[in-house]
């Protein structure tokens, strides 16, 4: 019996106790290699000493401060170390506690620049269908997952959504890339027309797209094609890092490989790995100075913003990436699981696609690889996955309705940046052979009941 309002009420849950660099371990002494970090977000594994210590050190000094009293040590100490590697232009950061609360802060602060400037009639919000950026409802709204927001559609802004850079089903047969990513860029247009040049905000995107596609990375100049869309039109580009930044695809922002720099870019998962609730919002110096000339104050706020311990833990993450050389391993791993990946996967009758960046990693489940027909979303494939690669001791993060919200599966995985070999091994390993039963027993019968 729990008093808990866990995730699914009826699942059982088993319980975490302890972690030890790529593992998790359960009351029963079972362990779990972390294949997913959660969902990306325990990027130096479980248990790391520098990390603990430096949260018990900060505890030891103060623990909270009210941010409308008082701003603190480790606060502007993460700060000035975040904005000395950021996305040139960057100016400022706002810190929050995960990755809802740094997309709401990214869309008040962006409609709160045009009103500052002088243009509020600015009131549209672009993203794309099949994008993630949160559970609180502003954020919820801006994302495009059909099947999340469903039931609360009565109560989200009215955000518009246009296709996602999904070049598995989205580029036509013979299309190049780059022609694939202008047509994207000319659909965005049309809607920036349709909706009125002066009326829009920002367009949203995730620079890698995770949990709801699985792993997709942008086709080469969609994004250099969006950044200079956006300055014609004088919209801000709302970059949602969440997920993918902090490392996650080789680089500490995915944008950088893409060239091109956000006016806005949110990030939390890994920022703490996990070892606090902590999320960040950095702001470009304009409309940092957009504010500083206007009003002189975001009219937003929480409690536990720029939380000492949360910022503290933050800052042993970063210097532990830097000092252990930790992105230069993730792009080294990463190639190593790629590999892995392809050479079980690739001529897996159901894998359809498999996409990815540095230790962020997608695959496709499909019916059939001639058609890319979906299994039947009633099949639950992805659920079962989950569940049998948990009791084979492996954490990854399937998902389903990676097509339009109903249709389509997918596994993501994104294993913590210190793994060995030996670890993408038994990653590769256990993964196939959850694949292989699940689809073994959706052949046999469907899913009773939710199991995710
Ligand atoms: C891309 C992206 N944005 C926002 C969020 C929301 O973050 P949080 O769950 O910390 O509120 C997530 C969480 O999975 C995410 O993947």
């Known amino acids: 019996m729990s008093y808990v309002f866990h995730r699914n009420p009826k699942h059982d849950y088993p319980t975490a106790v302890a972690g030890e660099g790529p593992y998790l371990i359960d009351a029963s002494g079972k362990r779990y290699l972390d294949g997913s970090c959660g969902a990306a977000v325990s990027c130096l594994g479980h248990g790391d000493r520098e990390v603990t210590e430096a949260i018990k050190a900060q505890l ?8 409308s009293f008082f701003t603190n ?18 100016a400022r950061v706002y810190f929050v506690s995960g990755g809802s609360e740094a997309m709401e802060a990214a869309l008040k602060l962006a409609r709160q620049y045009f009103v500052e400037i002088g243009e509020p009639e600015r009131r549209h919000v672009i993203a794309r269908r099949q994008s993630y950026h949160g559970n609180t409802l502003g954020a919820l ?76 990375p942008p086709v080469p100049g969609y994004f250099r094609g969006i950044r200079e869309l956006c300055d014609r039109h004088g919209i801000l580009l709302i970059l949602d890092e969440v997920m993918c930044g902090m ?22 998962k890994g920022l703490g790995a996990g070892y606090q609730p902590i999320g960040a919002l950095l702001a470009h110096a304009k409309i940092v100075d957009a504010i500083g000339r206007g009003s002189g104050f975001f009219q937003h706020g929480h409690t536990y913003i720029g939380h000492p311990v949360a910022c503290a ?11 252990r050389n930790l992105i230069a391993a993730v792009r ?35 019916a059939d690889r001639a058609t890319k027909q979906p299994f039947e979303p009633a099949l639950r494939l992805n659920a079962k996955i989950k569940q049998l690669a948990l009791e084979d001791g492996l954490l990854c993060y399937p998902m389903g309705g990676t097509i339009d919200g109903a249709r389509g599966d ?12 030996a670890h993408l091994d038994e990653l590769t390993e256990k993964l196939a052979r959850a694949i292989d039963a699940a689809i073994a027993a959706s052949a046999a019968a469907p899913a009773a009941e939710p199991i995710d």
């Open 410 to 421: 997918h596994v993501l995985v994104a294993p913590p940046f210190i793994v060995r070999d």
């Open 73 to 90: 040590e480790p606060m502007e100490a993460l700060a000035e170390d975040l904005i000395a590697h950021a996305p040139p232009g960057m």
């Open 141 to 216: 709204a801006t994302g495009g997952n059909a099947w999340r927001r469903k039931q609360f559609e009565p109560l989200l802004f009215a955000a518009t959504h246009v296709s996602p850079c999904y070049a598995y089903r989205g580029k036509w047969p013979g299309e190049t890339k780059e022609r694939y990513g202008q047509r994207l860029r000319a659909e965005l247009e049309a809607e920036i027309t349709r909706l009125g040049p002066r009326s829009v905000i920002a367009f949203v995107a995730e620079t890698v797209v995770g949990a709801t596609l699985g792993a997709v």
């Open 60 to 67: 030891d000094r103060i623990a909270f401060a009210h941010s």
């Open 313 to 323: 833990a933050a800052l042993a993450v970063q210097r532990a990436l830097r000092e």
């Open 247 to 268: 490392g996650r695809t080789g680089t500490l922002y995915a944008c950088e490989q893409e060239g091109i720099a956000p006016d806005l870019v949110a990030i939390a």
């Open 332 to 366: 080294e791993l990463g190639s190593a699981l790629e590999t892995r990946l392809r050479a079980r996967f690739a001529e897996h009758p159901h894998v359809g696609d498999i996409r990815g960046r540095g230790l962020f990693w997608g695959l496709e489940l499909v």
